[in-house]
């Protein structure tokens, strides 16, 4: 996943940025000891954002909450958070934070990564790394319906006899990623293809359906992929990490409004794989603004205001 992959030397640049010019919604509202929420560009951050934001102001209507919508990765979502600039973080993926903001090594196994990153966050950065929402957001190979039944094709290893004729279309950043990039992939598969094009991840499913590629690697949570008919195929060798999406944030937001931890909690296994993809594509195909489409989401289920949560404290 693959939209989140950061790299640490960015880190001083980024915190310079941050410093020199506040963005676009940034500073005022945590020094007034309010709630500032992180979002991000990509749909899916943007949804989850606005549901984060959706519960906070349904439960804590006398609450100050603004919003950072437009940080384009995980690592200005960090530095946010890091700098004082906001306090909680809506979109968070351990397979990205894992690598780059903890600089560890990829972890396969999803409860080890989990730990790992709440244990990491808490030591590190004094932060909070909530249950996930019930959904990952990976890498994933994808290729056309008509293609997987032609040939029959289910998981990643089922390429192999076709891979040498394959032209694979994949994301800039992959192709030096350690641990589940290009290189790892031909280890761990035991094969590559024909060309691999690199590209901005963005255009990969354009370029499958116009049939430029025979293959992409995408995410897999995309909404184009229900609206370009696209298969994604099981990674069965578990090449890439988890990507489980959570959100998180600091003590100290914690320890100012008590009800923010079961607020959060709420929304934890709320979301599949499915629904998620579903919602993207509403943004992405339908045009529907995320902020309507969490709002929706938040509403049919009532703000989850039946549901039961177990505190954290509890749960060690």
């Excluded at 606005?50 to 690592?75: C, F, I, K, Q, W």
């Excluded at 990491?120 to 909070?128: A, I, P, R, S, T």
Aim: glycine share 6%.
């Amino acid at each position: 996943m693959k939209k989140y992959m950061k790299k640490w030397l960015l880190f001083p640049l980024t915190a310079l940025l941050l410093a020199a010019c506040s963005l676009p919604g940034l500073g005022a509202s945590v020094n007034n000891d309010g709630i500032v929420i992180t979002g991000g560009t990509t749909t899916e951050m943007q949804i989850l954002s606005y549901m984060v934001r959706g519960m906070v102001e349904h439960y804590l209507p006398d609450a100050s909450v603004d919003m950072v919508n437009n940080l384009g990765s995980s690592t200005l979502n960090h530095q946010a958070m890091i700098g004082g600039d906001a306090n909680v973080s809506a979109a968070r993926y351990t397979g990205t934070s894992l690598t780059g903001e903890l600089a560890m090594d990829p972890i396969t196994d999803p409860t080890l990564a989990f730990e790992s990153v709440v244990k990491g966050f808490d030591d590190k950065f004094n932060q909070v790394w909530f249950p996930s929402y019930g959904f990952a957001n990976t890498y994933a190979f994808l290729v056309t319906r008509e293609f997987a039944e032609e040939n029959n094709l289910k998981t990643v290893s089922d390429l192999a006899a076709l891979a040498p004729n394959l032209r694979a279309g994949v994301d800039n950043s992959w192709m030096e990623r350690e641990g589940d990039g290009y290189e790892a992939f031909k280890e761990t598969y035991g094969f590559d293809f024909q060309r691999v094009y690199p590209m901005q991840v963005g255009l990969v499913y354009d370029a499958l359906q116009a049939d430029e590629m025979d293959i992409v690697l995408g995410y897999s949570t995309d909404g184009r992929i229900a609206s370009y008919d696209l298969v994604v195929l099981e990674d069965d060798l578990q090449l890439f990490p988890p990507y489980d999406a959570s959100p998180v944030a600091t003590k100290e937001i914690l320890e100012a409004y008590p009800e923010l931890e079961a607020i959060l909690l709420k929304l934890e296994d709320t979301l599949t794989d499915e629904l998620m993809q579903a919602m993207n594509y509403e943004v992405d195909n339908d045009l529907v603004e995320a902020q309507t489409v969490a709002q929706t989401f938040l509403e049919e289920n009532n703000y989850f205001e039946d549901k039961e949560v177990t505190p954290l404290k509890e749960r060690k």
